[in-house]
């Protein structure tokens, strides 16, 4: 049966920055996760013009190649250029001591990799030398050449490091896809954590960013944290303004989805 007659998912959030985003789009993004896809699309100017954000069971492939088949934005002659992935199972691999083969065997050693996942790397550029190693689901690596042949699949952590870093002197940056977070840590410039986390709840976020903050002898309050990504909770914010006075939360969830999809293509060359 094709899947064009299977049910066809609606997306939970669109937010359109032109009024006739479909016929203005020059580039398009997507952002998968395991529990959910945003397909972004991007004017002459790399500019925000639309973006659509689904949600689906844990790594549900057909209803990725639902979407993949049935929505317009990806439907048009325009190019899906780049395939951004997150899972939390991830390593950071200094650029001098990167070897592509010691690099998956040292992330099936840290975590478990299924038999139909394979390792991919992802440089980072421009302010960190070093390589991401991340798992990646064949049938999803499948999916995407069968379908956007001129995708690159990449790490979404890249983004986020190919950012120069604040000189605050402690700076936290949140990045939200819905309940998985891209915490980043830095001091002064330097890095000092990048993780991909599941938050069942907003206490785990909590806790983690407190453990960090006892790390470094820092008092939260003295903590600096931005917030950007897709499907934001209010509650969650909540939670965050309580904890980290001095927070920057975007004025809309809307907002707070351009931010984010603003840094991709801006290290998406």
């Known amino acids: 049966m ?60 057909a209803a990725i190649e639902s979407i993949f088949v049935n929505e317009p934005l990806v439907a048009g002659p325009q190019l899906v250029t780049h395939i951004w992935i997150a899972d939390e199972r991830s390593q950071i691999i200094p650029q001098p001591l990167f070897e592509k083969e010691a690099a998956a065997s040292w992330l099936r050693r840290f975590y478990f990799i299924e038999a139909g996942e394979q390792v991919r790397a992802t440089p980072v550029s421009r302010v960190l030398p070093a390589t991401i190693s991340y798992p990646a689901p064949e049938k999803l690596v499948q999916l995407a050449q069968k379908y956007f042949a001129e995708g690159r699949i990449e790490a979404l952590s890249a983004t986020i490091l190919c950012q120069e870093m604040t000189p605050e002197q402690y700076y936290a940056d949140l990045v939200f896809l819905d309940a998985k977070v891209l915490l980043t840590v830095s001091s002064n410039g330097r890095l000092l954590l990048h993780q991909v986390m599941e938050m069942d709840h907003v206490n785990n976020l909590l806790y ?16 600096r944290v931005s917030v950007s990504g897709l499907c934001l909770s209010e509650a969650v ?8 006075p001095r927070i920057t939360v975007p004025g809309t969830e809307q907002f707070a989805s351009f931010t984010l999809l603003s840094k991709l293509i801006s290290c998406a060359s």
């Not at 952002?31 to 844990?58: E, F, M, P, Q």
């Not at 914010?237 to 980290?244: K, Q, S, T, W």
Request: overall charge negative; charged content about 25%.
């Open 237 to 244: 914010l909540d939670e965050l303004r309580h904890f980290f």
């Open 208 to 223: 983690r960013i407190a453990l960090i903050c006892r790390e470094h002898d820092l008092q939260q309050e003295e903590l």
């Open 2 to 61: 094709s899947l064009i007659k299977h049910e066809i998912l609606q997306p939970v959030r669109h937010f359109n920055m032109h009024d006739d985003p479909l016929t203005n789009i020059e580039t398009l993004h997507l952002i998968v996760w395991d529990k959910g896809l945003c397909i972004a699309g991007y004017g002459r100017d790399s500019n925000v013009l639309t973006t659509k954000v689904y949600h689906y069971a844990s790594w549900n492939m």
